[in-house]
């Protein structure tokens, strides 16, 4: 049980994000949601956590691309529960195109969102789970964070890029009970990843039919989508205390992608 702990999810408002929150808090965390969208949804989303699980559930909509409100999550978090045991890092968007049309605004953006927000949040959290002598930090990556895919350059480089920080963050907080991992998801069908349907689309050539048969199950040996409820129960079981030893890893729940 994760009773009387608390966590940061980062982009808890839809898709993967709100799926971990609903685990976390259903394995009995407090929990801090942030993301953007609709503040009479949010304020739904984050009142049902309360009555559903018990717990006690806040929102910051702060803005992921600044370093100084990724920061502030954090101690928003501290401030409204007086600690931040779990931190996962989620938030995260997508642009697809060549390398010589990517939109450099885009550029900028994926990689604040994508990398740097977990740089800054987990700069944050990390003295006060150093502190405490306890730490969860679970970054969701991707597929992508270990292979690429054309015209996702930014995203793919951001990815490889939160690999990377995870094992250093890993190697640094070893000692101290804390751990810091990565999870690398395959495919979910998230708001994300129909936006994308039609942006492969064009950038394919194709119709969204071919672009979910050829592109996307094509990468998925399963050809089946990965369920948010999975990405939650793993969640759950990282930031358990029979996840102590599991620190460093990239995992990957990717339908067999990455072993092709
Ligand atoms: P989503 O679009 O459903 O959710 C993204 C969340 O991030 C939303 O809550 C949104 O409001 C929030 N967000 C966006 N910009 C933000 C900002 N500047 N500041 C704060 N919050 C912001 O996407 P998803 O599919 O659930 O993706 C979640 C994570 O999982 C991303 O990091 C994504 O790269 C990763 N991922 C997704 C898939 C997939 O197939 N869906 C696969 C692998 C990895």
């Known amino acids: 049980s994760l009773k009387g702990?608390?966590?940061?999810?980062?982009?808890?408002?839809?898709?993967?994000?709100?799926?971990?929150?609903?685990?976390l808090a259903g394995a009995g965390a407090d929990i801090?949601?942030?993301?953007?969208?609709?503040?009479?949804?949010?304020?739904?989303?984050?009142?049902?956590l309360e009555t559903e699980f018990v717990v006690k559930a806040?929102?910051?909509?702060?803005?992921?691309?600044k370093g100084d409100q990724a920061k502030k999550l954090v101690t928003d978090?501290?401030?409204?529960?007086?600690?931040?045991d779990i931190l996962v890092n989620n938030a995260g968007i997508q642009t697809v195109a060549p390398v010589d049309e990517f939109p450099e605004d885009r550029w900028e953006l994926i990689v604040a969102l994508n990398l740097s927000s977990n740089f800054y949040t987990t700069k944050a959290a990390l003295p006060g789970m150093k502190q405490r002598g306890w730490g969860r930090i679970i970054n969701i990556a991707s597929a992508h964070g270990l292979v690429a895919s054309p015209y996702k350059a930014a995203y793919v480089?951001?990815?490889?890029?939160?690999?990377?920080?995870?094992?250093?963050?890993?190697?640094?907080?070893?000692?101290?009970?804390?751990?810091?991992?990565a999870i690398c998801p395959?495919?979910?069908k998230t708001p994300l990843v129909e936006g994308q349907i039609g942006e492969q689309a064009k950038a394919n050539n194709m119709t969204e039919e071919q672009v979910v048969r050829e592109v996307i199950l094509a990468?998925?040996?399963?050809?089946?989508?990965?369920?948010?409820?999975?990405?939650?129960?793993?969640?759950?079981?990282l930031a358990g205390d029979h996840a102590g030893s599991i620190t460093g890893a990239a995992l990957q729940v990717d339908g067999g992608w990455v072993a092709r």
């Open 186 to 188: 395959g495919f979910v």
């Open 219 to 237: 990468s998925q040996p399963t050809k089946k989508f990965v369920e948010v409820d999975d990405l939650g129960a793993l969640s759950v079981f």
């Open 157 to 181: 480089a951001a990815k490889h890029g939160v690999v990377g920080f995870t094992k250093v963050v890993a190697l640094e907080t070893a000692e101290q009970g804390i751990t810091c991992n």
């Open 5 to 23: 702990k608390s966590a940061v999810v980062t982009g808890s408002t839809s898709g993967i994000g709100l799926g971990i929150a609903r685990a």
């Open 58 to 65: 806040a929102f910051s909509g702060v803005d992921l691309t």
């Open 77 to 84: 978090a501290e401030a409204a529960f007086g600690k931040v």
């Open 32 to 48: 801090m949601l942030n993301g953007f969208g609709d503040a009479g949804e949010i304020e739904q989303i984050r009142a049902g």
